[in-house]
């Protein structure tokens, strides 16, 4: 399914995404999140080339990842990710959290006006999300959660 069409709601929802993504995460619960996390959402979806971010102990890093991914999941839906943390307990974690994400009501709208229909988890586990709004040929899962320790044969993706 491709996007029908490009009205005002749509664009309004998308400039948001450009501009503002942070909201995704303020109404998903981060209260906390601050204009730096919403440059490192930015930087996580829109740039052109592999990036490492490096802030210190608790300061949102990958709850940036994780809202950054949700967003990914939901606006560009024929992309694989493969997540990898050092252990499968960390994965099992921020994919727990993305899979929150997607089910709130922000995340529920804009599925509905971008594609006309509510984006419901199809495949939930530990370390595995995937949606009905699935566009790619592959079998893979949008969202694969990885330990370092996990062996990564045989596994495709996108990002």
């Known amino acids: 399914m491709m996007m029908t069409k490009l009205d005002k709601e749509t664009k309004k929802w998308l400039r948001l995404i450009k501009k503002k993504p942070i909201a995704f995460g303020i109404e998903g619960g981060f209260k906390d999140l601050k204009n730096i996390h919403n440059e490192w959402i930015r930087s996580f979806l829109f740039a052109e080339e592999d990036q490492t971010l490096q802030a210190h102990r608790g300061s949102y890093k990958t709850t940036c ?12 839906p024929w992309l694989n990710i493969i997540f990898i943390r050092k252990s499968d307990d960390d994965v099992k974690e921020i994919v727990a959290q993305i899979a929150k994400l997607l089910k709130t ?41 990885m330990g370092t320790m996990s062996s990564i044969t045989g596994k495709h993706a996108d990002i």
């Open 105 to 145: 009501d922000w995340f529920q709208s804009l599925s509905m006006v971008l594609w006309e229909k509510p984006c419901i988890l199809e495949k939930e586990s530990a370390f595995e999300i995937d949606t009905n709004l699935k566009q790619g040929p592959r079998g893979t899962s949008q969202l694969i959660g």
């Open 65 to 76: 990842l994780s809202i950054a991914i949700a967003l990914i999941i939901v606006v560009r």
